[in-house]
């Protein structure tokens, strides 16, 4: 099983950038297909970008296309997502979650979630 530790997240004013963190930990993060997902006050869990176990496929959520780069290094064991031009509509929980199985966008399909990290976006 792994564990996922998400960081990175603040208050930043509109038009700031961040840089999320999701370090892993109890298993190699190379085993895992990972995603960023994020949810906001009274609304549902959405999808925000995923990466392929190994880096060559990369999905994004339209809402974030070209604001979010998300990235992997499993040698330190630990996913990024760049986040950039960020705006109030962006303030939310930004969670990091790892797949075992198909790659993809689905909530479902992730298996294992951190505890996520707050990013609050004042305008």
């Known amino acids: 099983q792994v564990q996922l530790v998400e960081s990175g997240g603040g208050l930043v004013q509109a038009g700031d950038s961040l840089r999320l963190s999701c370090a892993a930990s109890?298993?190699?993060?190379?085993?895992?297909?990972m995603g960023w997902f994020r949810q906001a006050p009274g609304k549902e869990r959405e999808f925000v970008a995923a990466?392929?176990?190994?880096?060559?496929?990369?999905l994004y959520a339209d809402s974030v296309k070209g604001r979010c780069t998300i990235s992997r290094d499993n040698a330190k064991n630990t996913v990024y997502l760049q986040v950039n031009n960020l705006q109030p509509e962006d303030t939310a929980v930004y969670y990091c979650?790892?797949?075992?199985?198909?790659?993809?966008?689905?909530?479902?399909?992730?298996?294992?979630w951190g505890q996520g990290t707050q990013v609050t976006v004042s305008s």
């Open positions: 109890g298993r190699p993060l190379s085993s895992y297909h």
């Open positions: 979650a790892a797949d075992r199985g198909t790659f993809g966008s689905a909530l479902a399909g992730y298996d294992y």
């Open positions: 990466i392929s176990w190994g880096g060559s496929r990369i």
